[in-house]
């Protein structure tokens, strides 16, 4: 081999190699589809476990829940390996967020994948002042001491039950998780675990409903 040939092999193959450790390197979306979204505006229920409908203020919510999960099994989704969740849910009432008091809280709701649970984080509807607050963990997971409705998207809305007459009793947030996820089936699930030892209708003190469910299915180069 000549001096330029190998000269040439060099350089090839330098070349070659950062192309190649550029790819194995940054993981780029080759694909993102929406593979199923749900408002519940037609009523649509399939593949959902403990799935009920309700109106509130003329949108049709699942729901609504205390200590309760609900899940929808989604098949056949696009080719991917993550799927990203946008959920959109109601915290109803007097969420109590972090505190273990024994009475009242923690005020924990969870969502996950198939077998596995991905978050975990409590919320808080109580007003916060210097003296007197009682923090949530969203949008972090359990354990952190967040103000509460930190994250949230829609705050003045009325309670749905105790707090019905009053505003800022109800909190919209959209929850987004993305984890990595091959199989073409899927159980996607949330739930509740509320704690309200001193009030004679726990379920009315506080609950939570779904506004709506997005699976995103995505492929990356990987
Ligand atoms: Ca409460
Ligand atoms: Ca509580």
């Given at each position: ?138 949008p972090n997971q359990y354990f952190r001491q967040n103000r509460p409705k930190t994250g949230a998207i829609q705050t003045n809305l009325p309670g749905l039950c105790i707090f019905g007459a009053f ?56």
């Amino acid at each position: 081999m000549g001096k330029i040939q190998q000269y040439r092999l060099a350089w090839l193959t330098a070349f070659f190699g950062v192309i190649l450790g550029v790819s194995s390197c940054v993981e780029t979306v080759e694909n993102e589809i929406l593979a199923y979204s749900n408002d519940f505006s037609d009523l649509n229920l399939a593949g959902f476990e403990n799935g009920k409908l309700f109106i509130w203020r003329n949108d049709t919510l699942a729901g609504y829940y205390h200590n309760e999960e609900v899940a929808v099994n989604l098949k056949d989704l696009p080719p991917h390996n993550y799927l990203k969740l946008s959920i959109e849910i109601l915290i109803h009432d007097t969420w109590d967020g972090n505190p273990l008091d024994s009475l009242s809280g923690p005020d924990y709701w969870y969502m996950g994948l198939d077998q596995s649970e991905t978050f975990r984080t409590t919320f808080s509807n109580t007003p916060c002042e210097s003296t007197y607050c009682l923090y949530q963990s969203y949008p972090n997971q359990y354990f952190r001491q967040n103000r509460p409705k930190t994250g949230a998207i829609q705050t003045n809305l009325p309670g749905l039950c105790i707090f019905g007459a009053f505003q800022n009793y109800t909190t919209r947030y959209r929850v987004e998780q993305l984890i990595e996820h091959t199989n073409p089936d899927v159980r996607v699930f949330m739930g509740g675990e509320l704690k309200q030892l001193n009030s004679p209708d726990p379920v009315c003190d506080e609950s939570w409903s779904v506004a709506s469910i997005q699976v995103f299915a995505i492929q990356t180069n990987r």
